[in-house]
Nanobody, 123 residues
């Protein structure tokens, strides 16, 4: 069982930066691939980024490539999403997720989800 709690969301101006954190409980955190997803009002949840259990491989959505960076600290049971050069279209609720395989996360299929943290980017 893994419980995920996101933090770090907020209101930021376009061009600004935010760093989201996702704290995980459970001793098996390091065995899970982790991902970030987002859902804007009136839209379906979409994949943002994912990272393997070791942190050795990452995948990003085209819309955030070059602006967002996913990382993890297995000693701290935490995964991060550094978001730079934010745009109004990045406004959404951001969710952290854990999955046994990175392929599952890429298909929007996770074993565990956090409750989400709101990010609002003003123009």
């Amino acid at each position: 069982q893994v419980q995920l709690v996101e933090s770090g969301g907020g209101l930021v101006q376009a061009g600004g930066s935010l760093r989201l954190s996702c704290a995980a409980s459970g001793r098996t955190f390091s065995s899970y691939a982790m991902g970030w997803f987002r859902q804007a009002p009136g839209k379906e949840r979409e994949f943002v980024a994912t990272i393997t259990w070791s942190g050795g491989s990452t995948v990003y959505a085209d819309s955030v490539k070059g602006r967002f960076t996913i990382s993890r600290d297995n000693a701290e049971n935490t995964v991060y999403l550094q978001m730079n050069s934010l745009k109004p279209e990045d406004t959404a609720v951001y969710y952290c997720a854990a999955g046994r395989m990175i392929g599952s996360l890429l298909r929007n299929n996770a074993d565990y989800w956090g409750q989400g943290t709101q990010v609002i980017v003003s123009s």
